[in-house]
């Protein structure tokens, strides 16, 4: 069983920044494939950016260059940094960790908001 723990949203005005992170209990974060949803209540949730146990990286297509997903397996620790961030992109952003099973975080609440 891993255990993942989302943290670092807030709010901050129409076009400025957070940095989540995604903190996974468990020896085997190294070999897991990471990423990171975002969901509204009532809405499907969404993929953010995705990042594999050998590095690869894949955002989506609304991201254009503003978000940045990294991980450093030696803190267990996965990233995601939003830049110019847009009203319509408050929600709750969960964290996935995928092996032989999928393992979700409870989420951390980002808002852009003036």
């Known amino acids: 069983q891993v255990q993942l723990v989302e943290s670092g949203g807030g709010l901050v005005q129409p076009g400025g920044s957070l940095r989540l992170s995604c903190s996974a209990s468990?020896?085997?974060?190294?070999?897991?494939?990471m990423a990171w949803y975002r969901q509204a209540p009532g809405k499907q949730r969404e993929l953010v950016a995705s990042?594999?146990?050998?590095?690869?990286?894949a955002y989506g297509d609304f991201v254009k260059g503003r978000f940045t997903i990294s991980r450093d397996n030696a803190k267990n620790t996965m990233y995601l940094t939003m830049d110019s961030l847009k009203p319509k992109e408050t929600d709750m952003y969960v964290c996935c960790a995928r092996s032989t099973n999928a393992y979700w975080g409870q989420g951390t609440q980002a808002t852009a908001s003036s």
């Open positions: 990042i594999t146990s050998g590095g690869v990286i």
């Open positions: 468990g020896r085997d974060f190294a070999t897991y494939f």
